[in-house]
């Protein structure tokens, strides 16, 4: 009883695996890309509304048809950290916000801010002296 058999080791990884998994995917964003507000509404609504929604639904019709949706939110999870760093970028940002936006429950509201967060108007070039 007081020893770990494997079955909790594999939970116990699993666990911290998707946990980190946000980190991993806010240290790897180096594309340059960035994401604006309309597009970062749908990965927000998709991500916090669609995915609860649709599991839920598929839970109640058919429970063992609702494990379907670990790897699909897993993949999710991943995409939508990314969309983060961008939409970030976008605001003018550092990805220190997006890493605070992978910290479970204040990623709701990293996610809210950025909702709201106009985006970051263009740098001038500076005037060239002839």
Known sequence: MGSFSVWHWIVLFVIVALLALPFVATATENTGKVVSRHRFVVWFLSTFLGIPILSSATAAVMPMAALLWWPIGIVVVYLYQRTVVRRCRDAGHT????????????????????????????????????
């Open 95 to 130: 990805k220190a916000l997006a890493y605070f936006g992978a910290i479970p429950l204040l990623n709701v509201a990293v996610g809210i801010y950025l909702l709201f967060k106009s985006s970051a108007s263009p740098v001038a070039p500076a005037p060239v002296l002839a």
